[in-house]
Every structure is written in C-alpha cells, then in structure tokens.
C-alpha cells in the first residue's frame, strides 16, 4: 500500500485495512485540531488508486474491512465514491464493511437515494466530529459546520442505513462556554441519538493558535464534565467510549444498560481526591 504522512485512523479501525483516497482534510481550519496541518489537501490519481485497490485484493483477498483516509472523504463527489466502493467489491468478496471519516455537511450533500446506494456498497459507519453542541464554540474554533446541520445529517445518515460515529470535546468550552457546551452537547446527543459515541478530553496542541479567550478547564473539572453530560443524556441504543489516551478515567459501555454504572465509576474518581483541580494533571505522552 503506497501511505503519505501523517496517516490517521480512528481507534475501532485498527484492524482494517487503510487505503488513503486523499491526502489531508478538506476544511483544516479548525483551531482544536492539529491533525492535517502540514498537508495540502488533494485527491489520489484515480487510475493510481484503482491500481493500487485491485492489487491489494489479490494481497490481502480475505479483508473483510476498510477504512477509507484522510479527512472527510464523505466530501467526494457521489459518482467517485461509487465508483471507488465499486472497486473494493469487486477487489475484496468478503468485504463486509467500508468506514471513513466525514462532516455534517459532506453527508448533505448526498441525497437520500445516494445514501441508500452508498450503504447497499457497503458503505457503513461515517465518523463525524460534533466536538461540541454549542454553535458558539464551534464558531470559536472556527469549525465551519452548523449544529442544526450535523443534526440533520446524523438523522437522515441513520434513517438510510448507515452508521454514525460521533465524537465530542470535553472542555472544548472552556470556562467561558462550559456551562453551555455541557447544556447543549447533551440537547443535541438526544435529537441525534448516534449508534455510537465518543468523548474525548481537548488537549492543547502545541503550535496551534487558541482562541484568545479560551481558558482551559481542570482535570476534575473535565470528569466532571463528562459525568454530567453521561447523566444527561437519553440515548436508546448507542455504544459509548470514553477510553481514549486523552481521557483521565477511561470509560466504555452501551447506553441505556451501563449509563448507572459509568456515573458511579465518575463519581468514585471525583470524590477520590486524585484528580487534579487546578490543572490539566498529567497529560498522555501522544494523542
């Protein structure tokens, strides 16, 4: 397989196969991610790419899932995508599943009809970043997606038969925003009702410019956080992770069964004594 660095995947695709169908993110401005900062977006040569699916089918033909990099590949254009997921199936006979990461607005671009021909493709779980529910903070951070949009998204993506993967950011509010970024992640979670969900602590990117108002929370600030939007939230049927490196109390579950369980693994944390409230307290060595 031919990469370009860096080369990002989310942590439940580790055992799929990564095929990168263009180099870096579409939109790369927003100021919490550092991610594709050193890349100039374009797409791979399509003949190239074509070549290279066909002999990794004959290298790896017993690959049962892929995982499409980099940013945002949902943005391609409807005919590329199905020509592309065309080639996986013809390259691959027990593929069972396609994944790649995508934003509110990419999935809107597609059409009802495109979407329920992009899943018949085997097209299955669209990673989208919400970070946060509070349009203020993502407009701080100069995320250019709309709330209402990613809500729309999330709801008609689902209702066509594909899978969304949500992520938020906790402390991405701050201590200006916090109250609001907890009300209003936790609103939008229970009109989106994901199939899965996500939480991830924000960590300071060295090099990257900050909001100048933006004031970072504490460590027990951030858990406690998180437990109050666990508590918050009413979801009927989505599995939950909180065990990224970033997280100061790793967590897992599925919501509704093990939401009780969770808050008290948070409390006994944030009674503990152990978290710091003054600072971040020890940060993961890499994200």
Same mark, same amino acid.
């Given at each position: 397989?031919?990469?370009?660095?860096?080369?990002?995947?989310?942590?439940a695709e580790?055992?799929?196969?990564?095929?990168?169908?263009?180099?870096?993110?579409?939109?790369?401005?927003?100021?919490?991610?550092?991610?594709?900062?050193?890349?100039?977006?374009? !797409?791979? /040569? @399509? $003949? +190239?790419?074509?070549t *290279?699916?066909?002999? &990794?089918?004959?290298?790896y033909p017993?690959?049962?899932?892929v995982?499409?990099?980099?940013?945002?590949?949902?943005?391609?254009?409807?005919?590329?995508?199905?020509?592309?997921?065309?080639?996986?199936?013809?390259?691959f006979?027990?593929?069972?599943?396609?994944?790649?990461?995508?934003?509110?607005?990419?999935?809107?671009m597609?059409?009802?009809?495109?979407?329920?021909?992009?899943?018949?493709?085997?097209?299955?779980?669209?990673?989208m970043?919400?970070?946060?529910?509070?349009?203020?903070?993502?407009? !701080?951070? /100069? @995320? $250019? +997606?709309?709330?209402? *949009?990613?809500?729309? &998204?999330?709801?008609?993506?689902?209702?066509?038969?594909?899978?969304?993967?949500?992520?938020?950011?906790?402390?991405?509010?701050?201590k200006?925003?916090?109250?609001e970024?907890?009300?209003?992640?936790?609103?939008?979670?229970?009109?989106?009702?994901?199939?899965?969900?996500?939480?991830?602590?924000?960590?300071?990117?060295?090099?990257?410019?900050?909001?100048?108002?933006?004031?970072?929370?504490?460590?027990?600030?951030?858990?406690?956080?998180?437990?109050?939007?666990?508590?918050?939230?009413?979801?009927?049927?989505?599995?939950?992770?909180a065990?990224?490196?970033?997280?100061?109390?790793?967590?897992?579950?599925?919501?509704?069964?093990?939401?009780?369980?969770?808050?008290?693994?948070?409390?006994?944390?944030?009674?503990?004594?152990?978290?710091?409230?003054?600072?971040?307290?020890?940060?993961?060595?890499?994200?």
């Amino acid at each position: 397989m031919k990469y370009v660095e860096p080369l990002f995947r989310p942590p439940a695709e580790a055992d799929s196969l990564i095929i990168q169908v263009a180099y870096g993110c579409p939109h790369n401005h927003c100021k919490f991610c550092g991610m594709y900062k050193t890349v100039r977006y374009h !797409l791979r /040569n @399509k $003949t +190239e790419l074509l070549t *290279e699916i066909a002999a &990794a089918g004959i290298r790896y033909p017993f690959t049962r899932r892929v995982f499409l990099a980099d940013g945002d590949i949902m943005a391609l254009p409807f005919q590329l995508l199905v020509e592309y997921l065309e080639a996986l199936n013809r390259a691959f006979p027990k593929l069972s599943r396609v994944n790649l990461y995508a934003n509110g607005s990419s999935i809107m671009m597609k059409t009802e009809a495109q979407l329920k021909e992009l899943h018949k493709l085997k097209l299955n779980t669209l990673y989208m970043g919400l970070e946060s529910g509070s349009q203020n903070v993502l407009d !701080l951070f /100069n @995320k $250019t +997606e709309s709330v209402e *949009e990613m809500i729309q &998204a999330v709801t008609s993506a689902q209702q066509n038969g594909l899978k969304c993967s949500v992520m938020i950011l906790i402390g991405l509010g701050g201590k200006k925003y916090r109250e609001e970024h907890i009300a209003q992640t936790i609103s939008v979670l229970n009109r989106m009702q994901p199939r899965q969900l996500s939480a991830l602590r924000y960590i300071l990117i060295p090099g990257l410019s900050l909001p100048q108002e933006y004031l970072p929370v504490s460590e027990w600030e951030a858990v406690e956080e998180l437990r109050r939007i666990i508590a918050g939230v009413e979801l009927d049927r989505t599995v939950f992770r909180a065990n990224h490196t970033s997280n100061p109390v790793p967590l897992s579950g599925r919501f509704p069964p093990d939401k009780k369980w969770m808050l008290m693994d948070l409390d006994a944390e944030l009674n503990s004594g152990a978290l710091d409230e003054n600072g971040p307290g020890a940060l993961p060595l890499s994200l």
